[in-house]
């Protein structure tokens, strides 16, 4: 630091020091008087409670829940005829086929008959993990030395009877079957196969999800015969023995696995993956944690909490999901329930009082555990659904500080009684819009936690204004240890000149990138899909800058504008903006490949989105900008306008990343090839400019330096008119390029055209 930097931190220090002081002086003399004791009594009571709402303790949990709980049973969510159905193990059928587990071979011909009576798929909310016991092989080992009559006869027999589990496997390896797996507390290296592939788009759901610390699944033959695995636990989250959600995703750090439900309507669908939507991917410096935002099956979006699970809006459990296994496996009965499965996902699972599965839904009804799969799928199908939003904590504590506020503002003013009415209308308010949200919106927001914050705090400053207490006093010391920001004083002590405006001038790589036909895309979208495609576009492109050490300067609607060598020095910065560029090229035709836009799904007669891309290198003025207030840190200069334009020029030449002669020369190990030159707007003389081919693996191929030979024996022929050896050369040139490069050779084409005339 020089000595002119020196003095003004020393000067900036005494400023602050003296600021201090007749601030403190100020406050000490004010505290004396009675209102603004009250005023500290609210300020407490209200960062006291904010910060509860914050930790969210058990207490508030339940509270908060069992409001939501009400809300569905006040307005449960319709119920409609979906084509979900439960094949029960209900007591008529233990009556009828004896007491559970039955013989696999009884499941081989349920499973077998549900597929004949056109079932979608089958989905099992039982685990397999014991060989049967009544399988022949079984049988024989117990009865090698029980001495029965007739013993070798009777073992003869038994070793020519089918094996019952294989009989089962059979039959789902001809049945599109789902099996389950449940996750267990206990440590063990088990794992089912994995059926579904997992595609995301930001965070990797593997770094969010819970890690699985055992399993507990169906035999390995089961498994491998399997269509789709999945698992059937509900949250561990749920207070008071209600299920309110249920995980949808499960992994053990590398693997990841759907739930049963999400399993059951992959394979439905025919499916091979699901798309799962996370944060952390916007190109802003992410100070919150990592978090799940919703996935994709097949044709239909589920939301997700941050954590993988869904909230499950539920309606009341009813006979029509039912049928008896009794009835499916009764030849009699084929006329009632063949259309009641044909084309269903159908879900076994039991009703049994016996067998154990009961649980408490909000309800207020016990039904078995496999309805809440069921309802899981029909709300999937029905898209409709109950969100506990992303901000909704947030704007429960903003709410609880600011109806604290108002009471303490309305005591102070008005009074005390007027206050209390004033309270209880707001108390009904709050309500109204929590209702009112659920009811036509889905949304879960606490209206109580705010409201009793509202009647704590009048409690406070009521009890402030008649008894004077050192408390509050110790408050107001307290709080003005907070008049300024500990890392704002640190910063400015330490590095004054990092808040002034102004900046230096820097080498630096400046990159350009905009989305090709975005007016006719976004003619196509309504405005929330607009926003949808626009964030799920720039995540992974700017995932791409970021891994790659680039600043993103700004969004500019479709556009991205990035830099690097500025703040933080990065010496090969040409070549990190190409890999970035190439790295973007890459996780664009991942999204197009997997249709994650969902254009061809539409039926868009283009479903493929491109991007232009332009990258310059030269020096510029980097540093904050803006005014005293407010600023942000940019870069500024012709190098900036050059990138540009050369990304307004890709289209023209078809091309979708160009780099301009000064970063090339830059440039360690990218396959580049010469585009020729352009005059770009308010240039006098013609820029040089590169296409971006491929990264070191592509540069020393020899495929690349025959291709690059061919490319400049193709660029000589045109500059010297020649027509017919520039056309051999072209085509020599298209058999070595790829499909980014194809475009270019076809304007290529167009100017060689004339030459054969000539």
Not at 277 to 297: H, K, N
Not at 329 to 337: G, I, N, S, Y
Not at 484 to 505: F, V, W, Y
């Amino acid at each position: 630091m020089g000595d002119g930097a020196m003095k003004a931190a020393t000067r900036l220090r005494n400023t602050l020091r003296v600021r201090a002081m007749l601030a403190w002086g100020r406050l000490r003399r004010l505290m004396r008087n009675k209102n603004l004791r009250a005023i500290g009594a609210a300020v407490v009571t209200l960062v006291l409670l904010a910060s509860l709402r914050a930790y969210d303790p058990r207490i508030v949990t339940e509270l908060k829940e069992r409001t939501f709980d009400t809300y569905q049973r006040l307005k449960p969510r319709a119920y409609t005829d979906l084509p979900v159905r439960i094949v029960d193990i209900d007591e008529a059928s233990i009556s009828e086929y004896g007491q559970w587990p039955w013989p696999r071979t009884r499941l081989a011909a349920l499973t077998r008959r549900l597929a004949d009576l056109g079932a979608g798929v089958v989905a099992y909310d039982v685990i397999f993990s014991e060989p049967d016991r009544t399988t022949p092989s079984r049988l024989a080992n117990d009865l090698k030395d029980s001495g029965a009559p007739d013993l070798d006869r009777t073992l003869k027999l038994l070793a020519n009877l089918p094996d019952h589990d294989q009989a089962f496997a059979d039959a789902i390896e001809n049945t599109g079957v789902v099996l389950g797996f449940a996750a267990t507390g206990a440590v063990n290296d088990k794992r089912p196969p994995v059926r579904a592939g997992i595609a995301f788009v930001g965070v990797n759901p593997a770094n969010v999800l819970a890690p699985l610390r055992g399993t507990v699944s169906s035999l390995p033959m089961l498994n491998q015969k399997a269509a789709g695995i999945g698992g059937i636990n509900l949250s561990s989250h749920d207070r008071g023995g209600i299920v309110r959600r249920v995980p949808m995703l499960f992994s053990d750090g590398e693997s990841i696995y759907p739930s049963l439900a999400i399993e059951a309507l992959r394979v439905a669908q025919n499916q091979k993956s699901i798309i799962v939507r996370g944060t952390g991917s916007s190109g802003d410096s992410d100070t919150g944690s990592a978090a799940l935002i919703d996935m994709r099956v097949g044709a239909f979006k589920l939301p997700l909490t941050s954590n993988g699970e869904s909230w499950v809006y539920f309606n009341r459990d009813r006979p029509q999901r039912y049928v008896s296994v009794k009835d499916i496996l009764d030849p009699a009965k084929e006329a009632t329930v063949k259309p009641l499965v044909d084309g269903a996902i159908v879900l076994v699972g039991a009703s049994a009082a016996g067998l154990m599965d009961s649980r408490t839904t909000p309800m207020g009804q016990s039904a078995p555990g496999v309805s809440v799969q069921a309802q899981v799928i029909e709300q999937i199908l029905a898209q409709d659904f109950i969100e506990r939003p992303d901000w909704a904590n947030g704007l429960e504590i903003v709410l609880t500080l600011l109806f604290g506020a108002l009471v303490a503002g309305l005591v102070l003013t008005l009074g005390a009684r007027f206050s209390f009415y004033a309270g209880v209308v707001g108390f009904v308010a709050g309500l109204a819009g929590s209702w009112i949200a659920f009811s036509h919106f889905r949304l879960l927001i606490d209206p109580i936690f705010p409201s009793l914050a509202a009647l704590t705090v009048y409690i406070a400053v009521e009890r402030v204004l008649h008894v004077a207490s050192d408390r509050e006093k110790k408050f107001v010391r307290q709080a003005f240890g907070q008049y300024l920001a500990p890392e704002l004083l640190t910063q400015l002590e330490n590095s004054p000149q990092g808040m002034r405006l102004g900046g230096a001038s820097r080498d630096i790589s400046v990159m350009f990138m905009d989305v090709r036909g975005f007016t006719p895309i976004s003619e196509a979208l309504t405005a929330t899909e607009l926003v949808d495609f626009i964030n799920t576009l720039l995540a992974p492109l700017s995932d791409a800058i970021q891994d790659e050490l680039g600043t993103i300067d700004k969004y500019i609607g479709d556009s991205i504008m990035a830099f690097w060598n500025a703040p933080a020095d990065v010496a090969d910065h040409a070549t990190r903006a190409c890999q970035a560029a190439l790295k973007m090229r890459e996780a664009l035709t991942a999204l197009n490949d997997a249709d994650v836009f969902g254009f061809a799904a539409r039926g868009f007669a283009d479903p493929r989105v491109r991007i232009g891309v332009g990258i310059n290198a030269g020096l510029a003025c980097v540093g904050n900008m803006g005014s005293q207030r407010r600023f942000n840190y940019s870069a500024m200069g012709d190098v900036v306008n050059v990138a540009a334009r050369i990304e307004s020029a890709s289209k023209g030449l078809d091309v979708d990343l160009l780099i301009s002669e000064d970063a090339a020369r830059r440039v360690q190990g990218i396959a580049l090839l010469e585009a020729g030159e352009i005059l770009l707007k308010g240039k006098s003389r013609p820029t040089k400019i590169y296409a971006i081919v491929g990264d070191d693996s592509v540069a020393a191929s020899p495929e690349f330096a025959e291709w690059r030979a061919r490319h400049g024996a193709l660029l000589a022929a045109i500059k010297a008119g020649e027509g017919l050896e520039a056309t051999a050369a072209l085509a020599r040139c298209q058999e070595l390029a790829g499909e980014d490069m194809q475009g270019f050779y076809r304007r290529l084409a167009e100017q060689i055209a004339p030459l054969h005339a000539t």
